[in-house]
């Protein structure tokens, strides 16, 4: 019986092959083994974060107040999102009011702030996600969702008027 010897330069391709199997595999367990919000997109939002970007947004100097307060009023429109969602209706009209709250910091310190772009990008991905909680919101819960978007939305415009005027 013949025995075929195989090339070294097939053996360094298959050696190659196992490790881009190996690694692919790593790779696959890595991701599968993330959280779901991870998967989806959508960041977990907590009271110990919101209490972190309240004490930085309080600490932090004029020019990047704003754009902290307006981050902290997306978070918090999250966390009432879910909190809506999951029934909690008490919790999110105090998350809610809070978050009125951090968008007229917002507005108190737009006469400094330095990044107004990305502070109006924030504001419009928080005002529509508002809308989209006004609409899916329960009678007892919408008033508390307007009165945000309401609030948002004279920020918006302030904040807006200051762009084009310059």
Same mark, same amino acid.
């Given at each position: ?58 600490? +932090?100097?004029?020019?990047? &107040?704003?754009? *902290?307060?307006?981050?902290? !009023?997306?978070?918090?429109?999250? $966390? @009432? ?59 007892? +819960?919408?008033?508390?969702? &307007?009165?945000? *978007?309401?609030?948002?939305? !004279?920020?918006?415009?302030?904040? $807006? @008027? ?5």
């Amino acid at each position: 019986m013949h025995v075929m010897k195989v090339p070294t330069q097939w053996k360094r391709v298959q050696a190659g092959f196992r490790v881009a199997v190996s690694c692919t595999v790593l790779v696959g367990c890595c991701v599968a083994s993330r959280p779901a919000t991870a998967e989806s997109g959508v960041e977990v939002v907590d009271a110990h974060l919101l209490t972190e970007l309240e004490q930085r947004a309080l600490s +932090a100097n004029a020019r990047e &107040q704003a754009f *902290l307060y307006a981050d902290l !009023a997306d978070k918090m429109s999250v $966390l @009432a999102g879910k909190q809506l969602a999951d029934g909690e209706v008490e919790e999110a009209e105090a998350t809610l009011e809070r978050m009125e709250a951090c968008t007229a910091k917002m507005e108190n310190n737009l006469q400094q702030s330095k990044s107004l772009k990305k502070t109006e990008l924030l504001l419009h991905m928080t005002h529509r996600r508002l809308s989209d909680m006004v609409r899916a919101a329960g009678m007892d +819960a919408k008033p508390h969702v &307007q009165s945000a *978007l309401k609030r948002l939305d !004279a920020a918006q415009t302030a904040l $807006l @008027a200051m762009i084009f005027s310059k």
